[in-house]
């Protein structure tokens, strides 16, 4: 890989940044419980197709809308997640949103999780909210956007690091699902 100036800076910024990784680590299935699968899909972008610059940092820098199946019964809450795991720094988290009603099965575009009920956590660049992809100039990387089904409201407060979101969400997950897009500037 070459390392320009702009993704080297990029890449020192990301390792001193406190919350900017992830370790995405994957939270259990309740016991007992085996993860179900949700099928995740836009109307933005095919699977593992190009993100539209709208929904990146050289856009207007908002969600793509994202509509998932229905999760399974007992879902209490849902949670959707984007991170970049092509990062120089390691997993970068794009968005955090929790406690989502568990009657919903989708997102409009520019969604905001408050706007519907649901709680923001703090992506890696230390906002709540939905932050676009931003890779470094000149490298593809791939933008997962997870959405998970929860037995239960997780125990985490507005802002919460995707870490916190993660471990607050172990032994809770009923069914998930993933919906991978692609940038590059």
Known sequence: MEWTDASLLFGLCCAACNGCQSSSAHPAAPAGVTIGSLTVTSTAFPANGPIPIDFTCDGADRSPPITWSAAPPGTRSIAVLVDDPDAPGGTFVHWVAFNLPATIVSLPEGADAASVGGVSGTNG??????AGPCPPRHEAHRYNFRVRALNAPIDAKAGASRDAVDAAMNGHVLAEGA????FEH
Do not use: A, I, N
């Not at 660049?125 to 939905?130: E, K, N, V």
């Not at 919906?179 to 692609?182: P, T």
């Open 125 to 130: 660049f230390g906002r709540q909210g939905y």
């Open 179 to 182: 919906l991978v897009g692609v």
